[in-house]
């Protein structure tokens, strides 16, 4: 007899897939067993709100009859004892599972920013480096336990299916937060990989659109979408750079480019960037047709890359092109400024994908494991580096396609970084520090950088 019960607020008569797991609708006619388990859980669970999905996870070979209810620690005997007689009820249904599970945790709300840093994440992610954990971030993260958001250590694996996770490297990241006198709870989700597929295929375009679309008016500015001539994907125009010996560049991201490419440091060097990229060139011309609309969109060729990112951290990630002309970037911010550790910051960027968006910089650096980062030419020789997230409010601050994109400080407009990753498991978004580009651009172009200004946020 097997009986899921890792955590109290997601039960299931059998093993549970990793969360966040995507599912689909299998029928909106519950067949009888389905109607059963709804029965069971109601008599349980009657003074409780209940509702019920009949769905089929991905990657599993069963369907499962979702009973989505409110948990709270005065609730956990009535549960195990549903869950006890839904497994009696289920024992001989080899193609049918049941789970209960705490409405917040089949569908998470957005995380929210801490406001300080206590806890030192390289001491906690070396409790499981034997494992294959990707991020560690601390976040105030929706605990059913408690009932309200809490300050939480969120640690995302692949391979979190492993019992080991459960009966010894989650015990020992509490008791590490209980040594320490620390109020914070531990949370372990799934997550395959850092970087999602390519920005083409972004969930969200709000700014496509309005970013594509200038290129009717000859001219681009900061977040637009940019690409590589002949290459797939597309990316966020970044910030212009000048230099004291007079050369100006525009900054671009360069991850996704690079794939394929047998050597990161010189495979693009010389490559034609434009605006729009042809991903998006072929989008809005088919939109265009579509609609019967005259107007002619003409791409832009900014200029050839000249230098990339050759340091060993998987986060830094840029590459900068000689500009043809002075006014080809528009809203270009005028200063940068430097990113306080256990600060946090109210910011904003413009990207190709989801057009303007607000956050809050994160006060505690987050780690990530480049270790098994999907592309194994793009790891680095650094495999736990220090990043700092940003949430925000309403929807991912950064979607794959909105890389690259200056991160502003909202009052000032100050670049304090550039977008580089998003955590499709937490919903936050990681940048690269503003000063750790200006630092290595001044290296790759052997002067300094003149414009944008370095200035000091109050």
């Known amino acids: 007899m097997y009986i899921d019960t890792r955590v109290p ?3 299931g008569t059998a093993k549970l897939a990793p969360l966040p797991n995507e599912w689909d609708l299998v029928n909106d006619c519950f067949p009888p067993k389905v109607q059963e388990a709804m029965a069971i859980a109601r008599k349980h669970l009657k003074d409780e709100p209940i509702a019920m ?10 369907n499962t009859a979702l009973i989505l209810s409110s948990y709270a620690p005065a609730l956990e005997n009535k549960w195990r004892k549903a869950i006890k007689e839904l497994y009696e009820c289920f024992e001989h249904e080899e193609g049918l599972i049941a789970e209960i599970v705490d409405y917040h945790v089949h569908n998470p709300p957005l995380p929210k920013s801490i406001t300080t840093a206590e806890v030192d994440l390289h001491q906690v992610a070396a409790l499981f480096d034997d494992h294959e954990w990707m991020t560690v971030d601390v976040l105030r993260w929706y605990s059913p336990v408690r009932q309200e958001t809490w300050p939480t250590i969120v640690i995302t694996a692949r391979d979190i299916g492993k019992d080991s996770w459960w009966s010894t490297k989650i015990p020992a990241v509490k008791q590490y937060v ?6 914070l ?3 372990l989700l799934f997550m395959d990989k850092l970087l999602p597929g390519a920005c083409g295929h972004a969930e ?9 679309c200038r290129g009717l008016y000859y001219y681009t500015a900061i977040g637009d979408s940019v690409g590589i001539q002949n290459m797939d994907g597309s990316e966020s125009l970044g910030c212009r750079v000048l230099v004291e010996d007079g050369r100006q560049f525009g900054v671009i991201a360069c991850r996704n480019f690079r794939r394929g490419l047998e050597s990161t440091q010189t495979g693009l060097i010389g490559l034609n960037v434009q605006s729009p990229s042809s991903y998006d060139d072929c989008v809005v011309k088919k939109n265009q047709a579509d609609n019967q609309k005259s107007e002619k969109l003409e791409i832009s060729n900014l200029g050839k890359i000249s230098a990339v ?3 060993g951290s998987w986060l830094t990630d840029w590459g900068i092109y000689e500009m043809h002309r002075l006014d080809t970037i528009r809203r ?5 400024a430097r990113v306080k550790n256990g600060k946090t910051y ?3 960027k413009f990207g190709r994908s989801t057009g303007l968006q607000k956050g809050t910089i994160n006060a505690p650096s987050s780690i990530i494991n480049s270790k098994h980062i999907e592309y194994a030419h793009m790891q680095g020789a650094c495999t736990m580096a220090s990043a700092r997230c940003i949430v925000s409010k309403d929807m991912p601050f950064c979607l794959p396609g909105d890389y690259g994109a200056c991160v502003q400080e909202n009052d000032s407009g100050a670049i304090l970084g550039l977008c580089v990753a998003y955590n499709e498991a937490t919903k936050v978004s990681y940048m690269t520090p503003m000063a750790t580009i200006v630092g290595e651009i001044n290296d790759a172009v052997a002067s300094k950088i003149k414009e944008p200004k370095e200035t000091q946020l109050e």
């Open 309 to 311: 990112s050759s340091s």
């Open 185 to 187: 709870d531990v949370v």
């Open 332 to 336: 270009a911010p005028e200063v940068w």
């Open 53 to 62: 999905l009949y769905i089929r996870r991905r990657g599993e070979e069963r």
């Open 178 to 183: 209980k040594d320490y006198g620390l109020d």
């Open 346 to 348: 109210q910011v904003k």
């Open 9 to 11: 607020y997601r039960l």
């Open 204 to 212: 969200g375009q709000n700014g496509l659109w309005e970013s594509v």
